[in-house]
């Protein structure tokens, strides 16, 4: 029976490390559809989304459809005392604005706006580029800026917010739901579904040319 290989003796690229143990191990073979997890701590190592290149294609254009009515059509509408406002994102962050405060301001656009269109945008130049097998170097940069995008888009965040104003506004006025909110909750579901189908060692495989991580 031949001996295992000494880990010193193997390429660099051949090797993976758990993200949540740091055990180093080989890096294993995974097949359509199939994941593979550590020994030691049963942390998610690699998953082979199948037609990962389609369907994040098109939850990218989905989110990328949903994000100007999101942030531009009323999310609420809201009558009290004889006036009536319609609220959204973007009147959200000019009122911040016009009130002073402009550093919450900045924050809010910032996180809700600017952030996810930036990394939706990043994420369709990458699959673009994965697609087409042109702008490959140019795509692994903006995957690597997308990696440190991740942290700081927080529509869920700002999601709880409006929930919780609703709640509280809805026992002192008239208040209506509108058609921004249904948007806003379809971008945030087609952002966390297309990070969940985008599996990150997937798309490192196929910015390096494996055809076979495409699918």
């Given at each position: ?39 030691r701590c049963g942390f998610s190592l690699i998953v082979h989304r ?27 509408h809201l009558a009290l005392l004889g006036q009536t406002t319609q ?6 962050v000019q009122a911040l604005y016009e009130t002073g405060m402009w ?113």
């Amino acid at each position: 029976m031949n001996a295992a290989p000494d880990i010193k003796d193997v390429e660099l690229d051949q090797l993976i490390a758990c993200h949540e143990c740091d055990l180093l191990m080989l890096k294993p073979h995974v097949g359509h559809g199939q994941k593979a997890s550590c020994p030691r701590c049963g942390f998610s190592l690699i998953v082979h989304r199948s037609a990962m290149e389609r369907r994040s294609l098109a939850l990218v254009l989905t989110a990328l459809l949903l994000f100007i009515p999101a942030n531009f059509l009323p999310i609420m509408h809201l009558a009290l005392l004889g006036q009536t406002t319609q609220d959204t994102v973007w009147s959200g962050v000019q009122a911040l604005y016009e009130t002073g405060m402009w550093h919450v301001a900045l924050v809010v656009l910032l996180s809700s706006m600017v952030i996810p269109l930036c990394k939706l945008l990043c994420q369709l130049f990458v699959l673009i580029s994965i697609r087409t097998r042109r702008g490959l170097p140019r795509a692994r940069a903006l995957y690597r800026t997308y990696q440190h995008l991740r942290e700081w888009g927080m529509l869920e965040v700002y999601l709880m917010g409006i929930l919780v104003s609703i709640v509280k506004l809805v026992g002192l006025a008239d208040l209506h739901i509108g058609i921004g909110l249904a948007c806003f909750v379809g971008l945030l579901l087609a952002q966390v579904w297309l990070e969940a189908t985008m599996s990150p060692h997937q798309v490192w495989d196929a910015l390096d040319g494996d055809a076979d991580a495409r699918d």
